[in-house]
């Protein structure tokens, strides 16, 4: 051990002063003289002492260095060796650690690109969505908003620096290649503007254009449109191509990789455009609804005061147009809020899945590394005998675990990597917006090594805790003593048995629901339904042209090979474009309007859809010259003709004083939205079905009902409408099972993951349970070969493990219960149709448990009935 | 010659020389210095200081604290392994440059 430097070169110099002094001395001088000519002889005593205690310095913390380097160097290198001599216990701890790390990762991959990374716009933290919203009694119901509306809006509201309108559609695009059916936008004003985006070719619209005059066209394009129609062209600008059969210019070209705020928006329409444009009479009407708005917030203004001012100006509106507005709310949402909607949660709840995993994984590790340090305490005991200070000690079993984290850490990064891309591929598009992409970035690297660092830290310091303890030598002797599990040991199972349960829970309850989801009645025969869309340009079908080409087009299909009954109608269920508005009971006030969704649908729709009739009986070819008869859904039946028999009744269009129409009868309710609202409960609105023939529509969805191959259907469904008119697109072909399982997706995708993770943390679990008893089991060899010698049976001896076994699993399952029924909150959102603290669950997760935990604690206490008494006294 | 300072370069193989025969303290190694080498350390007899502990950084000598014959206490400095080869090294460069030097000066000298 050194001492201070300073104090050392002190002495030493005043050595050399002293005797330099008693030379000059012997030489005659005088003692104080003597010594002033030495310091003089010297030098400058005080530069130099410092300067050699600088050198001094500098050389002990080389040497210090150089010593920690050695030993760092040398416990990495006894650590490495040792996990080498034990290929099998090294491969699964870091195979364990390699799972939770892999998990862990491979979710946040998920989360950071969905939740984390930016937006694809500038600032696009300041972007927010303000929705036109119904004041639901169960709370708001986002509608759309009306045009006037948005223009309210956006001249009052001063939180923001500029807000849009902007509309998702879709057109078929010919005169540029094949026809295309392709996905866009109609925009107002400022929208390029608050987005920041500028075009790459060209120019965006003028005011004119925007204006809803409904003559301006004007499109223009996407980046990747321009290239795959154009070639990329930059003389584009002034070149016309045809939507929907309307000739349209195009301006400008958007930049590369701009899709606007839908995410897949291939080309842009002012909003005063011919083609799909409102109209002024739509755009006058403050009673259609079907706009978004897109905001930025002005700088410096917080979401909740942009949010506050928006509540006072929807009621203000309601103020000033008491019908059109009534119930109104402007809503403020950010825009990643509104892209991810639920499935933020859903993310982040699978991430705190994986969490439990990794921990479950950590605590089996440390379980591992704590019985191979008690298996190494003659080491042990031999080191500290040797001299080595605690300090090395908890260093070498660090860096061992260090290793194993490192080695685990990286295999698990590989996993996680990979898991993220296959998590995103296999998760539905419905869950995932556009602009979330995979690729790992720095934040995922920084979270592997941080968790390679906790696990092994926390994992490695429990073997180095137990080599510190001073009675591991009389522990040795006593062979454990009492139940042969340290305190710890047992602790780190019950945690784990508890985590894993939660997990089960979890799993158990997103099962049920997505089960429940599985048994809603969507009303139709979604097994064997194909739709498909079309839009019958005017320039080509007049009035009565409309209907003849249909019923053309029904005919050929339905002679088609492979293809049975075919029918049309203004909709079909799942998709988006339904109509709504208000209708009345005989005699109803005002007031007293229901909110009603229209179907206009051929006579032999119902058949074809396989939609039940139960009462009363459907539109059929004897109503085609009478437009006013319907059938009703049987929500609408129950709600408003509760226990009395609709059939007969009459019910006002639009108007308490509009248009009669007469109820013929009631067809079961067809999920036509979504599949879990509540129908009845009036949450969402009821359907009601016209002929379609009394108002024909030139967009309509044709149904086709099939067993065959969709891709099959596809193609003879192009044959077909090809030969009759090779200039009109087939738009949306799809089997209508295909949508159904798009509502299922975020049940599915999260009970399935939760089911895989929690089967993985129960199988680990289990072993590190089997592993933790096997151990106990040996180290009370001598106990039980006492116990054994002394005529107690085996059944006694097995019940013994089996009980200490149990207790272990009973406290977990109790434990795992209480938590899980706190952490089930997390997972209401998700819930259909089951309480967050289903009984039925609960108890069947903790009884599987308990089985397979039994099992598990078997095996190690038949053991111990094997014990041989003679041979194990015998040898000690 | 190690140190870009040609004095301090001077000075640590002289300091090497003295250490060759026996472990001596800084200030035994001063005297002989003193005594032998004309002037190196005129100018400041301390410089020796930095030049032991410099020398002792780079592992051309060890000290140990120790008794002298009047039993005080005293550093002891030793030449290392490595301080006697270089020292091996530095005293055939020195006579290449005599050599040299001598040649130079057409044998002027001794």
Sequence with gaps: ?876 | MSGSDLFTGTLDLLILRILQDEPRHGYAVGKVLRETSQGVLDVEEGALYPALHRLESQGLATAEWGRTDTNRRARFYRLTEAGRERLAGEEERWSDFSDAVRAVLGGTGS
């Design chain 1, 1 to 876: 051990m050194d001492r201070d430097p300073a104090d050392e070169v002190r002495e030493e110099i005043e050595f050399y002063l002293e005797e330099r002094a008693r030379e000059l001395e012997a030489g005659g001088m005088g003692p104080a003289e003597a010594r002033r000519e030495a310091e003089r002889a010297f030098g400058d005593v005080e530069r130099i002492s410092a300067e050699t205690r600088r050198i001094r310095r500098r050389r002990l913390r080389d040497e210090g260095r150089r010593r920690m380097m050695g030993a760092l160097a040398q416990d990495l290198g006894l650590a490495v060796r040792g996990l080498r001599k034990r290929p099998g216990f090294s491969a699964v701890v870091i195979g364990t650690l390699a799972l939770g790390i892999g998990a862990v990762t491979a979710v946040f991959g998920v989360v950071n690109a969905s939740l984390l990374r930016a937006l694809p716009f500038e600032d696009a933290d300041r972007l927010v969505f303000v929705q036109g919203a119904y004041d639901a009694p169960e709370g708001p119901v986002v509608r759309g908003a009306s045009i006037p509306e948005a223009r309210d809006w956006a001249e009052t509201a001063r939180s923001f620096e500029a807000m849009a309108p902007v509309d998702g559609i879709g057109v078929a695009l010919t005169g540029a290649g094949e026809a295309e059916r392709i996905r866009g936008e109609q925009v107002g004003a400022g929208y390029f503007g608050l987005l920041r985006v500028r075009p790459a070719v060209g120019r965006f619209f003028t005011e004119e254009e925007l204006s809803v005059s409904g003559q301006a066209r004007s499109v223009v394009l996407s980046h990747a449109l321009w290239q795959r129609a154009f070639g990329a062209d930059p003389s584009v600008p002034g070149r016309t191509i045809a939507l929907n059969g309307e000739s349209v210019t195009v301006v400008g070209v958007a930049p590369e990789g701009f899709a606007g705020t839908s995410l897949q928006a291939e080309l842009w329409l002012p909003m005063g455009n011919a083609v799909t444009g409102p109209g002024e009479e739509r755009a006058a009407s403050r009673g259609t609804r079907w706009l978004g708005v897109v905001g930025r917030l002005a700088d410096g203004v917080g979401l909740e005061e942009a949010r506050s001012e928006m509540t006072g100006v929807a009621s203000r509106l309601e103020e000033a147009h008491p019908d059109a507005h009534e119930d109104r709310l402007a809503l403020v949402t950010p825009m990643r809020d509104v892209y991810l909607g639920s499935t933020r949660t859903l993310v982040l709840v699978v991430l705190g899945a994986t969490a439990l995993l990794l921990l479950i994984a950590a605590a089996n590790v440390a379980n591992l590394l704590l019985v191979r340090a008690t298996g190494r305490s003659a080491e042990v005991l031999m080191r500290r005998a040797l001299g080595a200070g605690r300090r090395r000690l908890v260093a070498q079993f660090l860096t061992e675990s260090m290793v194993l984290a490192a080695a685990g850490a990286a295999l698990g990064l590989v996993l996680g990597v990979k898991g993220a891309d296959v998590l995103a591929a296999v998760m539905p598009a419905a869950l995932l917006p556009a602009y979330v992409d995979v690729r790992p970035d720095l934040s995922v690297f920084l979270l592997a090594a941080v968790l390679m660092t906790a696990v092994g830290v926390l994992a490695g310091l429990t073997p180095a805790l137990f080599a510190l303890r001073r009675d591991v030598a009389s522990d040795l002797r006593s062979g454990g003593g009492g139940s042969g599990l340290s305190r710890l040991q047992g602790a780190l199972v019950v945690g784990e048995v508890a985590l894993a349960l939660v997990l089960m829970v979890g799993a158990g309850l997103m099962a049920r629901s997505f089960e429940a989801q599985l048994a809603v009645e969507p009303g139709f025969e979604h097994e064997e339904l194909f739709a498909f869309s079309l839009q019958l340009p005017p320039e080509s079908y007049d009035g009565d042209g409309v209907r003849a080409a249909l019923q053309e087009i029904e005919t050929r299909l339905e002679a088609a090979p492979g293809l049975g009954p075919v029918t049309f109608g203004s909709d079909v269920p799942l998709r988006e474009g339904y109509t709504a508005s208000y209708l009345f009971r005989e005699g109803a006030s005002a007031e007293d309007r229901i909110r009603f969704y229209v179907h206009r649908v051929r006579p032999d729709w119902f058949e074809t859809m396989g939609t039940r009739i139960e009462r009363g009986r459907a539109l059929g070819e004897a109503d085609l010259g009478n437009p006013n008869v319907t059938v009703i859904s049987e929500s609408l039946a129950r709600r408003f003709f509760p226990g009395e028999d609709p059939v007969g009744r009459t019910l006002r269009l639009f108007r308490p004083d509009g248009e009669r129409i007469e109820i013929v009868g009631v067809a079961e309710d067809v999920r036509y939205r979504d599949l879990t609202s509540d129908l009845v409960g009036g949450a969402d609105d009821p359907d009601i079905y016209v002929l379609w023939d009394s108002l024909p529509s030139r967009a309509v969805s044709v149904a086709i009902r099939t067993a065959a191959d969709p891709s099959g259907v596809e193609r003879t469904v192009r044959e077909v409408v090809g030969a009759f008119d090779p200039d009109l697109p087939v738009m949306q072909p799809a089997p209508l099972r295909q949508a159904l399982a798009a509502q299922t997706a975020q049940a599915r995708f999260g009970s399935t993951l939760l089911a895989a993770f929690s089967l993985l943390a129960g199988f680990l679990a289990v072993v590190g349970l089997y592993g933790v008893l096997s151990f106990a089991v040996d180290r009370r060899r001598r106990e039980i070969a006492v116990r054994m010698a002394i005529g107690a049976e085996g059944g006694r001896v097995l019940g013994m493990v089996v009980v200490q076994g149990m207790r272990l699993v009973a406290a977990g399952l109790a434990l795992g219960l209480a938590v899980a029924y706190v952490a089930s909150r997390s997972l209401e959102a998700f819930l259909f149709d089951v309480e967050r603290v289903d009984p039925a669950t609960y108890l069947v997760v903790a009884a599987v448990m308990a089985g397979v935990a039994l099992v598990a604690v078997w095996m190690p206490a038949l053991r111990a009935t094997r014990v041989d008494p003679g041979r194990t006294l015998g040898s000690e």
